[in-house]
């Protein structure tokens, strides 16, 4: 006779039984993760949990070999699509019938429609492609998903804030790293990332993040509720105050209230690299 089970998790239990690997850490880099062959997509595929992926974001990585194509598939959560390494389309057909397919490469993003039946298919023959799908599986709903993206120009980088869990930033182009540390203590960690890192702050962790390198820097970031639909109490908070000092009760480090420590860090490792700080123009330290 079987033992009662409590504090079930759903999710967990139907990844353990898709046999794929599962990936777990602050940030990853999704390039170097290792997949294995996934049936119910007849690609290859894995698993990557974040630490601050929250209750409703979970993050699939597919790789689809040389020539190959993804079985067809159908479901009723959102699904947003970026695209890691490699070139391809994608075939979708919507519930009332209507078929359209697109040409994707790296560093494409794309929304699969809810309900909607589509397919991945890799447009080279001789290298595989790397996609990974951001989805709000847990809730079975329209709308609660959003992606933004940021540049970072050469030589600057971004005011600290918090918000929080489930927001996956995806390194686009450029180089550099984020710092992140929780309020009131004194070690500020960091994350190093290029493109195909991707990381996920937790739930009012502070963190803040660094160009490094010669070239604009972007990322994008992939979350659950948004501002036309934030879904969440503290969704609507954290889209209020995302530019609202911490000292007026917003999510946001000003300039001039950051650890000055902050600032040493990076301009020394603007200089290890040879370049510039554009800082001066941005805020001077008193």
């Not at 294995?36 to 990557?48: C, I, M, V």
């Not at 067809?72 to 699509?81: C, D, K, N, T």
């Not at 070139?87 to 909607?116: D, K, M, Q, Y």
């Not at 300039?255 to 510039?276: A, Q, T």
Request: glycine content about 10%; aromatic content about 12%.
């Amino acid at each position: 006779m079987n033992e009662p089970r409590f504090l079930i998790d759903p999710y967990k239990d139907w990844v353990a039984k898709e046999g794929i690997p599962v990936h777990e850490g602050f940030g990853l880099d999704l390039l170097d993760l290792d997949v294995a062959p996934w049936p119910r997509l007849e690609a290859n595929g894995a698993f990557a949990h974040l630490t601050g992926r929250g209750d409703f974001i979970d993050m699939q990585i597919v790789e689809i070999p040389p020539g190959g194509k993804t079985a067809p598939q159908r479901h009723l959560y959102e699904e947003v699509v970026y695209v890691l390494a490699g070139r391809g389309s994608t075939s979708v057909e919507s519930p009332s019938g209507e078929r359209h397919s697109f040409e994707w490469h790296t560093g494409s993003l794309f929304a699969i429609p809810l309900n909607g039946s589509y397919r991945h298919y890799n447009g080279s023959g001789t290298e595989p492609a790397r996609i990974v799908a951001v989805t709000d599986l847990f809730v079975l709903a329209d709308g609660t998903m959003h992606a933004h993206m940021s540049e970072m120009p050469v030589g600057t980088y971004k005011k600290g804030h918090r918000h929080g869990a489930d927001f996956h930033v995806f390194a686009v182009t450029g180089e550099g790293y984020s710092l992140y540390w929780w309020e009131g203590e004194t070690e500020l960690r960091r994350f190093d990332w290029k493109h195909g890192c991707v990381f996920a702050p937790a739930d009012r962790l502070f963190h803040q993040h660094f160009n490094v390198s010669a070239e604009p820097a972007r990322y994008l970031a992939i979350a659950f509720g948004g501002l036309r639909y934030p879904t969440l109490a503290d969704k609507r908070a954290t889209f209020m105050g995302m530019d609202v000092s911490v000292k007026e009760g917003g999510r946001q480090i000003e300039y001039e209230d950051e650890d000055p420590r902050i600032r040493r860090i990076y301009e020394d490792e603007l200089r290890k690299r040879g370049i510039p700080s554009r800082m001066d123009a941005v805020f001077q330290p008193a």
